[in-house]
């Protein structure tokens, strides 16, 4: 046997699906028939035939060439066909995109057992097998482009007579793929996490393979497709790809083992140099100039860039990776990573997170095994040049500074600066950092996340809001450490842990600290003093944090009750604490978490789609779960029942709090406009303002004070309500 093999010439287009798996009374041709059921083809004329070929055509079998009205034979040039090809219409015109015009037809192309739409433009196609072509369908330059008859377009399944080692498995979360899952085309972060999460759980395990498997179909011979009024041009190679309607892919180098989802309202794009392999391309993709992923999954609305490296991995929607690499990682929606210099492994990045440049976020040399691990929560950030040691873990909208971080860290603290005295040899934290001293930032970044969500296919409802029952659990938790660690100060140690906690309620309430020496902080891995600069200021803030999130909520709840006079004894009447989880940027209530998990291995939910329905419905009881967990919060700060004389009490100082985060929104802005670091760079104010922009004209700013203004305006009513209904 030669490293090539040879056959019968007359059998090129022929036998696509081997006899044994075929089933009975079926012939090669059946799927291809389900797939396009279409069944106005005609066979050709004896003149058609003979125009066929004076135009440079030819065919093993004109019979097997089968066309639609109108057929313009003077459309198909210098082509070769093999096997059953169907054409639809060709008229005399001319299909343009992007200053690219081409007439429709076939030129200078072979095409092997394949089915072509209507008026598609078809030029200089070197191999073209087994696909089935939409209409006004525009493929220019294209060296090779052939599906198997084993094709799986990226998703993990098997075909008839194949074992497990021919599945594709995305190796997420950690290199050694112990939370691997098979990919899919639809998967969402969420449907990632709970699979790579709970590995403890068989039955779990066991019910998910099955609804994966659910998914699919083992039969062989499966076409691939081309959408409608897709482009393709100059590009390599193409192989087992199902392309969605509107793509547009221009400079490919290789395309193989793909889903690419698209739509004429959510186009995806696919650019020069690209090479993609066993992945699924989320609607509304942008993905372009170099880069390289295999074995990924890319969320709707999301981009790959400038050379970026996506490997064993998948990327939430709303989310831009460019310049980088990314590797054994699961990332949530909104995720920020634009510089060639940073790197990023075995990473749970739970969403609205930015790495920046030079940040080396797992080195997979800290143990004895590369099976290490990163938990990030929301609003992650990683600063300049950061590097940190796998494990390490992070509550929400933590802040890395720029720092060699040698010890694995694990920040219960939110909202927290970090950093790494090297002058003193200490880790310190600023709790609340973001909260008092980038407003701004926190503030414009829900707005941003919400206003880039122009997700036209819509999987899950996502959270986006900074004060949610996810951050808020964090700030109760981070409570309770200062209080903790101020009394054990106060203390000596001497007291019980609920004494030590009510010592340093007592003393935050009346005094101000403004650092505090933590021994055995749990902060990080090592035996290092841990400073925690400013607690009292950061305690203060997070009481400040759940005041406001809890009136947020409340008054999202009336504004979407009718019976809104009653509110406060509704929520007594019917809330359930609980824990939160953070499930691929929804949030979720924890037992809703376990009734789910419960119903997937009762055998409940049959499919995917089905648990992605039950997302939803958990979805609409989330306004009133939210404020549930305001409730509680409030308690658990107050020591009081919420109830409408509570309420009518924190009025002023939510409404306090309110202003204080407008005011601090402009004022972080405008220390870009003041700072000598910044001003000197302009001769006057006049062209600072040119460049960036007048103040008064930023239109966050306005929003910021518009939203202040509703707020007051929904706290009055509130209060009004309440009070009447006492």
Not at 55 to 78: H, Q, Y
Not at 241 to 266: C, F, M
Request: net charge neutral.
């Amino acid at each position: 046997m030669g490293f090539l093999k040879r056959f019968d010439a007359k059998m090129l287009g022929y036998g696509f699906i081997e006899e044994a798996f075929l089933p009975s009374g079926k012939d090669e041709y059946y799927l291809r028939f389900e797939q396009n059921p279409r069944t106005d083809f005609r066979n050709l004329t004896g003149q058609e035939v003979d125009q066929l070929v004076r135009n440079g055509n030819s065919s093993d079998c004109w019979d097997k060439i089968m066309v639609a009205d109108p057929f313009e034979t003077s459309l198909v040039r210098n082509c070769s066909f093999y096997g059953l090809v169907r054409i639809g219409k060709l008229e005399p015109q001319c299909l343009e995109f992007h200053d690219l015009r081409l007439p429709v037809g076939l030129y200078n192309s072979m095409i092997i057992s394949s089915d072509i739409g209507d008026n598609t433009a078809i030029h200089n196609v070197g191999y073209l097998s087994h696909y089935i072509i939409g209409s006004e369908t525009m493929l220019f330059n294209i060296e090779e482009m052939e599906t198997s008859y084993r094709a799986k377009f990226g998703n993990g399944m098997l075909k008839d007579g194949e074992t497990d080692n021919h599945r594709v498995w995305l190796e997420i979360c950690n290199e050694n793929g112990g939370r691997k899952v098979l990919p899919f085309n639809g998967m969402l972060t969420s449907d990632a996490w709970l699979w790579s999460k709970y590995r403890d759980d068989s039955a779990l395990m066991q019910k998910l393979m099955e609804v994966s498997e659910n998914q699919f179909t083992r039969h062989r011979g499966y076409y691939g497709t081309i959408g409608s009024q897709t482009v393709i041009k100059n590009t390599k190679s193409i192989k087992d790809v199902s392309v969605g309607e509107a793509t547009y892919i221009k400079g490919a180098n290789k395309l193989k083992n793909l889903t690419i989802n698209s739509q004429l309202d959510s186009y995806t794009q696919i650019g020069e140099g690209v090479e993609l392999v066993n992945g699924i391309v989320g609607y509304g993709c942008k993905i372009f100039y170099g880069v390289k992923a295999v074995r990924f999954i890319t969320g709707n609305n999301s981009s790959l860039k400038y050379g970026a490296r996506l490997i064993n991995s998948i990327l939430g929607e709303n989310s831009t990776i460019s310049c980088c690499e990314v590797l054994n990682s699961l990332l949530y929606p909104s995720h920020e990573q634009h510089h060639n210099n940073s790197f990023l492994i075995a990473g749970t990045v739970l969403g609205q997170s930015n790495i920046a440049a030079g940040a080396t976020l797992g080195s997979n040399h800290t143990s004895r095994s590369n099976d290490g691990e990163m938990v990030a929560g929301r609003g992650f950030w990683a600063g300049l040049s950061t590097s940190i040691k796998h494990n390490s873990k992070f509550a929400t909208f933590i802040l890395l500074a720029k720092a060699n971080y040698r010890n694995s860290l694990n920040i219960t603290l939110p909202f927290s600066l970090v950093s790494n005295n090297d002058k003193y040899d200490r880790l310190e934290v600023m709790p609340a950092y973001w909260w008092l001293h980038n407003m701004y930032a926190l503030e414009r970044n829900t707005w941003k996340f919400k206003h880039r969500d122009s997700r036209k296919v819509i999987g899950q409802p996502f959270e986006y809001n900074y004060l949610a029952p996810d951050s808020i659990s964090d700030i109760l938790e981070g409570i309770r450490l200062l209080e903790y660690w101020t009394g054990k100060k106060i203390s000596g140690g001497l007291a019980t842990e609920f004494d030590m906690i009510r010592i340093g309620n007592e003393y935050l309430s009346n005094n101000l600290l403004s650092e505090l020496t933590v021994k055995n902080s749990g902060l990080e891995d090592s035996n290092r003093d841990v400073i925690i600069r400013k607690p009292q200021v950061g305690w203060q803030a997070y009481r400040d944090m759940i005041i406001y999130y809890a009136f947020q909520s409340f008054i999202e709840l009336a504004e979407s009750n009718n019976d809104n006079a009653s509110l406060f004894e509704s929520l007594s009447a019917s809330c359930v604490n609980d824990q939160w989880i953070n499930m691929g940027g929804q949030l979720i209530p924890e037992r809703e978490l376990e009734r789910l998990k419960s119903g997937i291995k009762k055998g409940k939910f049959k499919t995917w789609d089905s648990i992605h329905m039950e997302y939803n419905n958990i979805e609409k009881g989330y306004i009133f779960e939210k404020a549930c967990f305001a409730k509680y919060a409030l308690e658990k700060i107050t020591k009081r029942t919420v109830d409408s004389e509570l309420i009518a009490e924190l009025a002023p100082q939510a409404l306090q709090i309110a202003n204080y985060v407008k005011d601090q929104t402009i004022k972080a802005r405008q220390k870009d406009y003041v700072s000598t670091s910044r001003k000197m760079m302009y001769e006057n104010e006049k062209e600072m303002f040119a460049v960036l922009g007048n103040p008064k004209d930023n239109e966050f700013i306005q929003i910021s004070i518009t939203k202040y203004e509703n707020f007051k305006e929904a706290v009055f009513v509130l209060t009004s309500l309440q009070t009447q209904s006492v």
